[in-house]
């Protein structure tokens, strides 16, 4: 029995595998080149991420298209983005052998944010679907969050203290993607926006004092404070 991948994958699909293999590279790149490159890979992933969906609706989607895409957002906005964490406190804290306490720091909460975003991928599967509003911040945003915080301020600031802030944002957003808050999924339009917005902060994110980079983590915390009582979709 062959798996008949040309007939039962859709363009969307494919989009889909480009995402997760963008997250599987941002991981690569966090442990040898660095914060930087991945949180602009994982940003790349997350404007791969918002394409597949507008091109599911206007080509269409197939059967596996909704499984393959929790799966790929495991691996995109799980998985690298808790190596990302990883790699920014161990180059500000290398050893990390040598401060227990923040050894257990960057290994827990990058490990919370993993499994946590596991769980809301698996609940949003099985229990939520195609609805347009469900509870708990989206994987995508939450690591799209502490990538573009880390390329907005995060990179300027001494490492220490990058690192600290970064786990304090990590610990806080994995735990609101389980929170009863409800999240609208955005317009086309405003995707669109925002991934204009994400293509500059991932080619020019020096440019201007980092103006994409910040003009993205202002519109993603506006969302992330807003969204649930105010945002227009609804």
Same mark, same amino acid.
């Given at each position: 029995?062959?798996?008949?991948?040309?007939?039962?994958?859709?363009?969307?699909?494919?989009?889909? $595998? $480009?995402?997760?293999?963008?997250?599987?590279?941002?991981? @690569?790149?966090?442990?040898?080149?660095?914060?930087?490159?991945?949180?602009r890979l994982i940003l790349l992933a997350a404007v791969a991420d918002g394409l597949d969906g507008l091109v599911a609706r206007h080509l269409g989607s197939s059967e596996v298209g909704l499984t393959l895409d929790s799966m790929a957002?495991?691996? %995109? &906005?799980?998985?690298? !983005?808790?190596?990302? #964490? &990883?790699?920014?406190?161990h180059?500000?804290?290398?050893? +990390? %052998?040598?401060? !227990?306490?923040? /050894?257990?720091?960057?290994?827990?909460?990058?490990?919370? &944010?993993?499994? #946590?975003?596991? +769980?809301r991928a698996a609940l949003y599967t099985v229990y939520y679907g195609e609805e347009t509003t469900r509870p708990g911040v989206q994987n995508t945003l939450a690591a799209s969050m502490l990538a573009v915080g880390y390329l907005a301020v995060g990179a300027m600031l001494d490492p220490?203290?990058?690192?600290? =802030?970064? $786990? =304090?944002?990590?610990? @806080? $957003?994995?735990?609101?993607? #389980?929170?009863?808050? !409800? /999240?609208?999924?955005?317009?086309?339009?405003?995707?669109? =926006?925002?991934?204009?917005?994400?293509?500059?902060?991932? +080619? &020019?994110?020096?440019v201007i004092s980092r103006a994409f980079p910040r003009a993205l983590l202002l519109a993603a915390t506006a969302y992330l404070l807003l969204a649930p009582r105010f945002y227009w979709a609804e």
């Amino acid at each position: 029995m062959a798996f008949r991948v040309r007939d039962r994958l859709a363009v969307a699909d494919v989009v889909t $595998l $480009l995402n997760a293999g963008l997250g599987v590279v941002a991981m @690569v790149a966090a442990v040898t080149e660095g914060p930087a490159l991945a949180a602009r890979l994982i940003l790349l992933a997350a404007v791969a991420d918002g394409l597949d969906g507008l091109v599911a609706r206007h080509l269409g989607s197939s059967e596996v298209g909704l499984t393959l895409d929790s799966m790929a957002d495991i691996v %995109s &906005f799980g998985t690298a !983005p808790a190596v990302l #964490l &990883f790699a920014i406190a161990h180059r500000a804290w290398e050893p +990390l %052998s040598s401060a !227990p306490a923040l /050894y257990a720091a960057a290994v827990i909460v990058p490990t919370l &944010f993993a499994v #946590l975003a596991l +769980l809301r991928a698996a609940l949003y599967t099985v229990y939520y679907g195609e609805e347009t509003t469900r509870p708990g911040v989206q994987n995508t945003l939450a690591a799209s969050m502490l990538a573009v915080g880390y390329l907005a301020v995060g990179a300027m600031l001494d490492p220490g203290t990058t690192a600290t =802030a970064a $786990l =304090a944002a990590g610990a @806080v $957003l994995a735990v609101l993607m #389980l929170a009863p808050l !409800p /999240y609208p999924k955005l317009l086309d339009r405003d995707a669109l =926006a925002m991934g204009v917005v994400q293509m500059g902060a991932v +080619l &020019f994110p020096a440019v201007i004092s980092r103006a994409f980079p910040r003009a993205l983590l202002l519109a993603a915390t506006a969302y992330l404070l807003l969204a649930p009582r105010f945002y227009w979709a609804e």
